[in-house]
């Protein structure tokens, strides 16, 4: 059976696609699936998954006829997805060389709902800035599971999809998917660990999230940063369904959306 399927959304990102396959494809784990989704990129992203799984026959190429953002795209390949766990890697992000030992390990050892990985920042000088995870857990939580009202402080790690694998049943179970629009990880990555029964974190640094000069939305100006409002307001009409089984993780999960609201309004 397929313990990881990879979901791998391209768009305008040529230039890093075979430095984030190659990352994936070369780990020595071999029960691994990629689904790479060409988000109707006008580069060659398409070609480049489609040269991919010409070659390898865990490489699966699919390719969209309209753009349809970051969020979609991903559940197009969860969709498609056959494993055990999903990994969203984004196109221009890649993996540390024979962390999948680890953390395949760790997923068989403890069947997690939600495992959380450690990440750096690589910025363009090759210079490179580690996570908050030794902020948050001053004393590594090691292999036992946890459920997020028991450790809240799981809510200040970075809130991307790519930095945790979820068991693909628990989402199904729980009807858990990207939302469109820009800061989609908001509506997706919370719930997740609010759902979850079993959260583990793996203090492996397993991904390189690139910085770009430029195309981070983090970098750009327009109204579209409005977004992040409806996002959040997502993942507060999901509790409000949840009702009382989550109504003491409100006070944690308020704080943490004021200070996304303020982050966002400081990225100039």
């Known amino acids: 059976m397929t313990l990881i399927s990879f979901v791998v959304p391209a768009f305008r990102v040529q230039g890093y696609l075979r430095e984030c396959l190659d990352s994936i494809l070369d780990q020595p784990v071999a029960d691994i699936e990629v689904i790479g989704v060409d988000d109707c990129s006008p580069d060659d992203s398409g070609e480049i998954l489609a040269e991919y799984a010409a070659r390898d026959r865990r490489m699966h190429a699919v390719r969209l006829t309209e753009n349809v953002g970051l969020g979609p795209a991903r559940n197009v390949g969860l969709d498609r997805a056959v494993g055990e766990y999903v990994w969203f890697v984004d196109g221009d992000d890649w993996l540390a060389p024979e962390c999948l030992v680890e953390v395949a390990e760790r997923l068989r050892a403890t069947r997690p709902d939600v495992l959380l990985v450690d990440h750096v920042r690589t910025h363009w000088n090759n210079a490179s800035t580690r996570s908050a995870m030794a902020e948050v857990f001053p004393e590594p939580p ?12 799981t809510l200040r790690l970075l809130h991307t999809a790519w930095n945790r694998l979820v068991r693909r049943q628990f989402l199904r179970e729980k009807g858990l998917r990207f939302a469109p629009g820009w800061y ?18 793996l203090d492996r640094v397993c991904v390189n999230y690139r910085q770009r000069r430029a195309g981070a939305i983090t970098r750009t100006r327009g109204d579209r940063h409005f977004e992040v409002f409806h996002q959040w307001h997502r993942v507060f009409r999901l509790m409000d369904s949840w009702g009382s089984a989550v109504d003491d993780l409100r006070p944690a999960v308020f704080e943490r959306m004021i200070w996304h609201y303020l982050t966002v309004l400081g990225n100039g």
């Open 184 to 201: 989609e990880d908001v509506s997706f990555s919370y719930p997740v660990l609010m759902a979850a029964e079993r959260i583990g974190v």
């Open 142 to 153: 090691g292999e036992g599971t946890f459920r997020l009202r028991d450790r809240p402080e």
